[in-house]
């Protein structure tokens, strides 16, 4: 064989097996590719069987949602309806309970009767007292905001002290008969309500004083006590009952009354003085005496 006929056939060799080896190369490729598809295909349709299970917990998700929300509202509208109704029963109860009395205007004409005594009255803590070593009474229902005024007050470097407060139709006429020794009959009707005609024997109502000024009370409306009482005592639930040029009594500065927040308020607000109301005006207000 000639040399040139032989590297044909090398040659010739050679391209078979090259052919050969890409073939086989060409061959393995498809497979893996085959194979990569078909994970990918089985996972498309996990992924997909996936997503239907999703769906449909979604699904359920929403319907359980859907049905907690209407329950939800049901248990809401009855748990107004029973605050609606127990609030009423609530302000019914305590109209009924609340002493009338105690938000009634007052004149030379119509007062309290004798015999009439608040229902509960409880001791004014003797700190707070002018005279310590005196017993005085307040309302049991007052007593707290009667508290809040006098500690907010000494919070504010103002000093007030209890004079007088609870006096029942006994004492009254008592001090009515000193007052009368003291300055003659005529002075004494002006200076202090006839026994049976103070709004002290409701135990709603205080003198205040000072250190200063004392059990005379003279020149308490000069006091920085006299200023935030009228500033700040309606917050309380406390009126000036006797403010100057009054149609009643005479100018009485150191006389606070408690007719309660809501009504002080609207007082305050209006510049207004509870015996400037109607008394039919006045006892809407008698449910919310002490909110
Ligand atoms: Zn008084």
Redesign the pocket.
């Known amino acids: 064989m000639s040399p040139a006929r032989i590297a044909l056939i090398v040659l010739a060799a050679g391209m078979v097996l090259g052919v050969a080896v890409g073939v086989y190369a060409y061959t393995q490729q498809t497979k893996r590719l085959e194979s990569v598809q078909s994970d990918l295909a089985s996972s498309t349709q996990r992924a997909s069987s996936l997503q239907d299970s999703l769906a449909q917990v979604t699904t359920d998700r929403n319907a359980l949602q859907d049905a907690y929300t209407a329950e939800k509202n049901k248990n809401d509208m009855f748990d107004s309806q029973i605050k609606d109704l127990g609030s009423t029963v609530g302000k019914l109860n305590k109209l009924a309970q609340t002493d009338p009395q105690l938000l009634a205007k007052y004149s030379k004409v119509y007062f309290l009767n004798e015999n009439y005594a608040p229902i509960a009255l409880k001791p004014i803590d003797s700190k707070y007292l002018y005279e310590p070593s005196r017993k005085l009474d307040i309302h049991m229902e007052v007593q707290d905001n009667l508290y809040d005024l006098l500690e907010d007050a000494k919070d504010d470097d103002i000093e007030i002290l209890i004079a ?1 407060a609870y006096r029942s139709f006994g004492a009254q006429a008592a001090l009515k008969a000193s007052y009368k020794v003291v300055y003659g009959s005529g002075s004494a009707n002006a200076f ?1 309500a006839d026994q049976g005609y ?3 024997q409701l135990g709603t ?3 205040f004083t000072t250190k200063t000024v004392g059990g005379t009370f003279s020149g308490f409306d000069k006091t920085e006590a006299y200023t935030w009482l009228n500033e700040n005592a309606y917050k309380y639930g406390f009126v000036l ?1 006797y403010p100057k040029s009054n149609t009643y009594y005479q100018f ?1 500065p ?2 606070w009354r408690f007719v309660g927040v809501d009504l002080a308020t609207k007082l305050h607000r209006d510049d207004q003085y509870f015996y400037d109301l109607d008394q039919r005006e006045i006892n809407g207000y008698l449910g919310s005496l002490f909110d």
């Open positions: 007088s202090s103070s709004e002290h109502t205080l003198d009952s009485e150191w006389h």
